[in-house]
């Protein structure tokens, strides 16, 4: 609810499937952060809905590897920053490899003690963009985007539901994809991954929700106190 009137955060941008706008949740202002699949399929139609919707800044959580050619080109005054988030070549992405690939929220709760400073780096890209909204992304807008956005959510006072639901809304959205590269149901597949570690999508979200302790978890990440403050007014102007 915005202003006691229902807000839709669902967006449609063509060539993405996986858009919506974290506006409405906890203190967040619409149009103030939106979460998404990589926007290099965006047509121009996609990227003029974008523009439209009032996005100024995209912050790309992925590894440089993964990048692609934009199939149509961004708008001028739009900016990118990277930010990869996913600790490549490291013990931790190792291990975590081998044991939900990274694509599940088991691994959230590590991640944020063992690299808090790529996650708050991220945070810091959101908090200091120039003035207009803030889509942040990864590859599917699921994993790397989910634990962000869960970061931002927390912060701003989302409910532990909430930041369940909309991290679920995202199996939905690209199940499509998956479909269509013949790969298995990837909620089925999560959820039964996290079951036979005796856990599940809902309890491993809430898990990470309950060990952050805001602020103490960003500025001990290495946010400054004002950044801090400009974080605030991002989300909720």
Known sequence: MTNGVAYDRNLTWDGCVNVRDLGGLGRISPGAVVRMDEPSTLTGAGWTAAWKH??????????????????TPRPGGMTTVRVPVEPVGT????RWQRIDGL????????????????????????????PGGVAIHCAGGKDRTGLVALVLLTFAGATTDEICDDHLLSYVRLQPRFDAMGARDQLTAVTALLTDHGTTIEESIAATVSHLRMPDFLLDGGLSKADLTALEARLTS
């Open 91 to 94: 013990p931790f992405h190792d």
């Open 103 to 130: 694509a599940s929220p088991l691994h959230y709760t590590a991640m944020l003690d063992e690299h808090a400073h790529a996650v708050v780096a991220a945070v810091r890209a959101v908090a200091t963009a120039p």
């Open 54 to 71: 009032g996005v100024r800044t995209i912050v790309d959580l992925r590894d440089p590897c993964e990048r692609t050619p934009d199939a």
